[in-house]
């Protein structure tokens, strides 16, 4: 009995000193690059102290003397919250994921070295304008400072990971101009269309994606000033880990005629993937007498990308231009290196990689180019012919000279000529100034081509179909101090078809826009609150013109039973206003689901079908145009022998959509909540190892949501999966032309990227729920907020 009860104490002790030295390790491991926000820091290479005060957010406010040390500690407070977020896209931009998530990301590794990013940033470089060589090259000098002075304390992801990060480039902060043309490329899923081309007869493919005239909602009104005076996998791996950018936005602004203030107010909420650490960093960064800017930047650069100045508000939305084209090659029978073109063979390049993974495997590969851009057909898995892409990114552009001199415009003349050379990343940019002024710029690459076939593989053999440059900057749409007294964009359709280039196909439907016009048209007077209204409002459109549709049509004295009467009795007096309490809410967006599922599947078949929901843009159009087509070919069951039509299919869904949430919730409909599936989760992208998570408490959520992908509060969820929401605002920002000191914002996470830190998602809660924070601007206010000072000073 004395040696069981020895063995059980020593036993004891044993695991209590297991547990003791793991707590100690996990603490330890969790708090590795925390930051002091109140040091006292001597820099090498500084040369004039420079102040950082942050408020109750960690909001830094850099107070400089000079750009050269303004962007040194921008680069220094970056790495603080940020490092390794900076790193993981410098390895998307680079192809070099592999190295540290291992051999599943060789060949989306390949692909994005294809893209040719790092190339055009060092022609970039090179090229540029020496105020800007100089701002990336004092970045990366803060950047490199921060990781040798903190050698072996760098945060828990290179750990976990096992690795340590390089040295920063200045390259590196222009590789991101390609990562982010290179999420908002549109055309990708063509391959899919011919797809479906070949699988459907021509009647119903071309009733699948009808023509852009059904749209009436442009972005750019017809006879408003236009000119001027002259999803494969290894892609979806990139948005599962929050690497993607824009999915949409909104952004609209209103003139002192229409503001409570007298001056204009401007609002814009781009919408991204979600994911920790949130994508944009907030800051504020003066230089005195010469600069003062407070808004987003990117994490790896500079510069603020929307925001304010002293002068001048702006904010983005994606243009969805059609700036992708595939090209099928005529490969030379005798040499399968050479391609025809124009009635001669050229030699493909070849350009050899070696892929290293941190398995310790090394692949050596090779990706081919022509004039044009990559091969494709390989990553895209056909082996029967050879495509070739061009897109955008591709093109000539200089993006980050557009932020650089818009972080400095004082009018409309200075932010158009920022502007110009805004090529690969094609944006929707709306506009404010102090003087009163309003407008909207289409600042975008729009090809100039042969475009009779829309959704074809374009032939290649031949020049009939390549670009012949792009539409000059003064011939792109605009408006300014338009007399409605308002502008606005949210990835709708960008003009009517006078307009002289085609600019794109896969526009988001005009919903939001709608909403959004209906709002601005119903009130005279706006005020910052009702911005905050605007921007959170989740009536939606979608679910009107849905219910109208197909309501009438179940008005045909079918049996219902008593939970679906009462259930369609609740959605006849719906305001379509889809909150998270919302049990009609639930019952609307299942329906209409299921009736794309009882519309398309039958005829694509469960593979394809799901495919195409995948291209989350497709089916949105098809269901624009089915709502519009009451005798539609798609609605015949081509699995039975009947002949169904519009009454048949619409009962049919709602009552599958019915059996389904019954079964899940019960039958008594008043107590169904959308907020109860309907719900996001922050998630780190190396939270998918469960246990990590739960160690350090990297995921955030669930949170109950409202709204949809077709509201203006937007939370785009997966077809099949409500509960993951994906996709939302990826901040809040409203900006009072008549006052700095009031504007405001939020992100979805926090500062810092650092778990263990109070700030990795302070804002969260105040995100979901709809609230703000105030965007310190003026320096007495700064101060008087501050929570943290940091002093740097000249080693």
């Known amino acids: 009995m004395k040696t069981f009860k020895r063995t059980a104490i020593i036993t004891l ?36 102290p420079v102040t950082v005060y942050r408020d109750s957010y960690a909001i830094p406010h850099i107070y400089a003397q000079n750009e050269h040390d303004l962007y040194m500690v921008t680069g220094y407070l970056l790495s603080q919250d940020r490092l390794w977020q900076m790193d993981l896209l410098r390895r998307v931009t680079l192809g070099r994921l592999s190295e540290i998530f291992g051999d599943d990301f060789i060949e989306t590794d390949l692909l994005l070295r294809s893209l040719a990013f790092k190339e055009k940033s060092e022609n970039l470089f090179a090229e540029g304008d020496s105020n800007i060589t100089s701002a990336l090259i004092a970045f990366s000098e803060g950047v490199n400072r921060y990781i040798e002075d903190n050698n072996g304390n760098f945060p828990l992801e290179f750990t976990l990971l096992g690795y340590q990060p ?12 390609g990562y982010m043309a290179w999420d908002l490329k549109s055309g990708w899923s063509e391959l899919l269309l011919e797809e479906l081309a ?26 408003s000033e236009l000119l001027s005076e002259n999803k494969l996998q290894m892609l979806n791996r990139l948005e599962e880990m929050g690497l993607d950018i824009f999915s949409g936005s909104n952004n609209w602004a209103v003139s002192g005629e229409k503001s409570n203030t007298g001056e204009p107010l401007l609002a814009n909420d781009m919408h991204l993937g979600f994911g920790i650490p949130g994508i944009w960093y907030q800051i504020h960064q003066v230089v005195d007498g010469k600069l003062n800017v407070e808004g987003l930047l990117l994490p790896g650069q500079p510069m603020i990308i929307v925001g304010h100045n002293d002068s001048i508000a702006w904010g983005m939305t994606n243009t969805y231009v059609d700036n992708l084209d595939y090209y099928e090659e005529k490969i030379n029978p005798d040499d399968t290196n050479q391609y025809m073109f124009n009635g001669e063979w050229k030699n493909f390049i070849i350009h050899e990689e070696i892929i290293r993974s941190k398995s310790g495997k090394e692949v050596k590969c090779n990706y081919r180019t022509n004039h044009r851009g990559p091969v494709v057909s390989g990553i895209k898995k056909i082996t029967d012919r050879v495509l070739t ?11 980050m000279r557009s932020v650089y001199l818009t972080n400095r415009a004082n009018n409309w003349n200075d932010f158009r000529n920022a502007f110009s050379s805004f090529i690969s990343i094609s944006q929707n940019i709306v506009y404010a100034d102090k003087q009163g002024n309003i407008g909207l710029y289409c600042c975008a690459g729009v090809p100039i081509r042969q475009r009779d076939k829309i959704w074809a593989v374009l032939p290649g053999w031949t020049d009939e179909y390549d670009w012949k440059g792009m539409v ?8 300014y101090n338009p007399a409605r007294g308002y502008v606005s964009s949210a990835n709708n359709r960008t003009v009517d078809s006078t307009y002289p280039y085609h600019i794109g196909t896969w526009y988001d439907m005009p919903y939001r826009m709608d909403r959004i016009h209906e709002m601005l048209d119903g009130q005279d007077i706006f005020s910052i609150q009702d911005f ?11 679910s009107s013109l849905f219910l109208t549709t197909l309501l009438p049509v179940m008005e045909d004295g079918t049996n219902w039973t008593e939970t679906e009467k009462a259930a369609l009795d609740m959605l006849k007096k719906w305001d379509y206003d889809l909150s998270a309490e919302s049990p009609e809410a639930l019952i609307a967006e299942f329906w209409a689901f299921q009736y794309l599922i009882s519309t398309y599947e039958d005829e694509m078949g469960d593979d394809l079908f799901k495919r195409f929901l ?16 009451k005798n539609s070919l798609w609605l015949d069951d081509i699995t039975t022998e009947e002949k169904e039509g519009l009454a048949e299919v619409v009962a049919a869904s709602f009552r599958h959509t019915m059996d389904t949430l019954i079964s899940q919730y019960g039958t008594e409909v008043s107590d169904w909540k959308w907020g109860d599936i309907h719900q996001i989760t922050l998630s780190h992208p190396i939270a998918k190892v469960k246990l990590i998570d739960k160690i350090f408490d990297l995921n955030q959520g669930p949170f109950r949501l409202g709204g949809s992908f077709h509201t203006v509060s937007p939370y785009k969820y997966p ?24 504007c405001i914002s939020v992100i979805p996470t926090g500062t810092s990227g650092i778990p263990s830190s109070k700030f990795y998602c302070d804002q969260t809660k105040m995100y979901v729920n709809g609230e703000y924070h105030a965007d310190y601007f003026n320096s007495d206010e700064v101060k008087t907020n501050a929570e943290f000072t940091m002093e740097f000073s000249p080693e």
């Open 13 to 48: 002790i044993v695991v209590a000193v297991i547990l003791i030295t793991a707590f100690f390790f996990v603490h330890r491991v969790a708090r590795k690059g925390l930051p002091d926000y109140n040091q006292q820091i001597s820099l090498p290479g500084l040369v004039q």
């Open 166 to 177: 390089d040295p920063w480039e200045p390259v590196h902060s222009l590789n991101l101009i």
């Open 198 to 223: 070949g699988k459907v007869d021509s009647a119903h493919f071309t009733e699948l994606l009808p023509e852009m005239d059904i749209q009436k909602t442009y972005v750019y009104r017809k006879n």
């Open 389 to 399: 892409i061009r897109w955008v990114g591709g093109e000539k552009s200089n993006e």
């Open 472 to 479: 000059p900057f003064d011939e792109l749409p605009y408006e």
């Open 532 to 542: 905050k209204r605007m921007q959170n409002d989740q009536h939606s459109k979608f």
């Open 614 to 629: 995948d291209i989350s843009h497709l089916p949105r159009i098809a269901m624009y145009g089915l709502l519009s087509h």
């Open 719 to 742: 077809y099949f999966e409500p509960k993951a929401v994906e996709h939302g605002s990826s901040h809040r920002s409203i900006y009072d032309l008549n006052d700095w000191s009031n």
